[in-house]
């Protein structure tokens, strides 16, 4: 089956850091364009990074230079490292796949939390 | 930076036709794709490259792009339609997503 399954979230104080993991399952992630997408509470769709077949990355500019994403072939597996997290960093990250940098997003994750607080 | 603008709202009767907007400069040049999105789901792709339904998605579902303005069309709309929608497009190697519209069915 394919699958994408993220972990990794939970409470950090403003100004800490987490990884997000994203599983893959059923497909090779560094084959495919992988992307991270959050979603602030009762808030739409954000872009926030994709990583390309290539290894070519690319970042929303709200997260440019605080969040790196990069895979991890043999666990066959993505990741979002997030530095310097504030508050409006807080959201629903959803890891997705695409086939080609103008494709659509056809398998997504189920999502993980991330709360920055004090 | 591009942007794409949605209708907050759009209301359909049960059994007739929603119409969800997409409006971007020159969009008709681009690849639109089309999400749905339950409460506490991830989204779901409804329509590919502007009309391109994936397996699985009823044939209710349309869509449409020319000029500035990107259209998904939901025929005999049913209470299960009843979700947010989200169009979205690549631009120069980053990704743009509508503000997204709710859909109610009444």
């Known amino acids: 089956e394919v699958q994408l399954v993220e972990s990794g979230g939970g409470l950090i104080q403003p100004g800490g850091s987490l990884r997000l993991s994203c599983a893959a399952s059923?497909?090779?992630?560094?084959?495919?364009?992988m992307s991270w997408v959050r979603q602030a509470p009762g808030k739409g769709l954000e872009w926030v990074s994709v990583?390309?077949?290539?290894?070519?990355?690319y970042y929303a500019d709200s997260v440019k230079g605080r969040f790196t994403i990069s895979r991890d072939n043999s666990k066959n597996t993505l990741y979002l490292q997030m530095n310097s997290l504030r508050a409006e960093d807080t959201a629903v990250y959803y890891c997705?796949?695409?086939?080609?940098?103008?494709?659509?997003?056809?398998?997504w994750g189920q999502g993980t939390m991330v709360t920055v607080s004090s | 930076s591009y942007e794409l603008t949605q209708p907050l709202s759009v209301s359909v009767a049960l059994g007739q036709t929603a119409r969800i907007t997409c409006g971007g400069n020159?969009?008709?040049?681009?690849?639109v794709h089309w999400y749905q999105q339950k409460p506490g789901q991830a989204p779901v792709l409804v329509i590919y490259?502007?009309?391109n339904r994936p397996s699985g998605i009823p044939e209710r579902f349309s869509g449409s792009n020319s000029g500035n303005t990107a259209t998904l069309t939901i025929s005999r709309a049913q209470a299960g339609d009843e979700a947010d929608y989200y169009c979205?497009?690549?631009?120069?190697?980053?990704?743009?997503f509508g503000t997204g519209t709710k859909v109610t069915v009444l």
């Open positions: 997705a796949r695409c086939y080609d940098p103008d494709d659509a997003f056809d398998i």
């Open positions: 059923g497909f090779t992630v560094s084959s495919n364009y």
């Open positions: 990583i390309y077949s290539g290894g070519s990355t």
């Open positions: 020159n969009i008709g040049s681009k690849n």
């Open positions: 490259r502007d009309s």
């Open positions: 979205q497009v690549w631009d120069s190697s980053t990704v743009v």
